[in-house]
């Protein structure tokens, strides 16, 4: 479980490192929850302020915030509660907490898969130029690859085709490569020692060809990359979205470093701190303690905030810690469970 804190008002953490913009998830407002959540945040039904309690709740005496293992697609493999202590072995914690950003390392990835497919799909338009309109239709071969040996060891045939041969100018080397091989028959991993120039012309369509069907297999386990990337964006700008409405229950368009903390740290009930204690959840599974200490949980929103007293939707979206939002979604998945098991056993 993991660990966490009360507020400090304190202006003495250090910053952060200025935060990286991306172009392509730019909404500067939360999305709305769907009709039927306003009334019951997060599915619950417990009569409490919201899915945390609110940021007014006061702190229990046990010193223990929400917590529960994440069961959901960010693979949270611990639980969390809360300690005033920062030396009460706080590292693991402080790792948690401080990890890497939750949304900007995969923006990044989405870009780079996109741009390297738009360089991919060039490729293809320069290839289909020179690709014979029909199968077996032999290609011209350029005066320039000719020139010279009558055997080509593979190195220079590969620097030939993409110096002298228009559709291949720009394509990476691996591709030129892998297609020599399969046109001239080379196992995957075996190097191909060298060919004949009457082989490469009479093999030349083939050649050009294999390159286009590499670059296709390339395009092809781009897009389902991108597919799956794009599935785990939505979820994890959904659970901004759904955190960052737990926290501005006012509806303010900010929060500051104690509405933060207060729903990092969540407290709960005397009872459930002691099952937390003995390390389990409220439905009997084992629970690895992690330790958050309160200066930790304020210093990241110090450096999330750039030392400003409040921060905006979009310094949240874009600053939020991956650690940090498994944080707030586990406390958010413990009350669910609290939840359930009293309508169990009252109803």
Not at 167 to 185: D, I, K, M, W
Request: with cysteine; proline share 3%; charged share 30%.
């Amino acid at each position: 479980m993991l660990l966490c804190c009360t507020v400090r008002d304190t202006d003495d953490e250090a910053l952060c490192h200025g935060r990286n913009r991306s172009s392509r998830s730019n909404r500067s407002t939360p999305r709305r929850p769907v009709a039927g959540e306003e009334d019951s945040p997060c599915g619950l039904d417990d009569g409490s302020e919201g899915c945390t309690g609110g940021t007014k709740r006061i702190r229990h005496e046990n010193g223990l915030c929400d917590a529960t293992e994440f069961s959901g697609r960010l693979d949270l493999i611990s639980a969390f509660a809360c300690v005033e202590n920062r030396g009460a072995g706080t590292e693991a914690g402080r790792q948690a907490l401080f990890g890497d950003k939750s949304l900007q390392p995969k923006l990044l990835r989405l870009k780079i898969y996109e741009t390297e497919v738009e360089a991919l799909m060039q490729i293809r338009t320069q290839l289909s130029k020179r690709l014979p309109a029909e199968a077996g239709q032999p290609v011209a071969v350029p005066v320039a690859l000719e020139a010279g040996m009558n055997r080509i060891p593979e190195t220079e045939l590969v620097n030939r085709l993409r110096l002298h041969e228009e559709s291949l100018v720009g394509v990476p080397e691996y591709f030129v490569t892998q297609a020599c091989h399969r046109t001239f028959g080379v196992p995957i991993g075996v190097a191909m020692t060298s060919v004949e120039l009457k082989d490469v012309k009479k093999h030349y369509a083939e050649i050009l060809n294999n390159v286009d069907v590499l670059v296709q297999e390339r395009i092809s386990k781009l897009h389902t990359e991108l597919t799956n990337l794009d599935a785990e964006v939505e979820e994890i700008e959904e659970l901004i979205d759904m955190c960052w409405f737990k926290i501005d229950e006012e509806d303010n368009k900010t929060i500051s470093s104690g509405q933060f903390v207060a729903f990092v740290c969540e407290q709960d009930s005397l009872e459930i701190g002691k099952q937390k204690e003995a390390g389990v959840s409220p439905d009997g599974k084992a629970l690895k303690t992690i330790v958050v200490s309160p200066e930790d949980a304020e210093c990241l929103f110090i450096k999330m905030s750039h030392g400003e007293g409040e921060i905006t939707f979009e310094q949240f979206k874009e600053e939020i810690t991956a650690g940090c939002l498994q944080i707030m979604q586990a406390n958010i998945d413990i009350r669910r469970t609290l939840s359930k098991q009293y309508r169990d056993y009252w109803f």
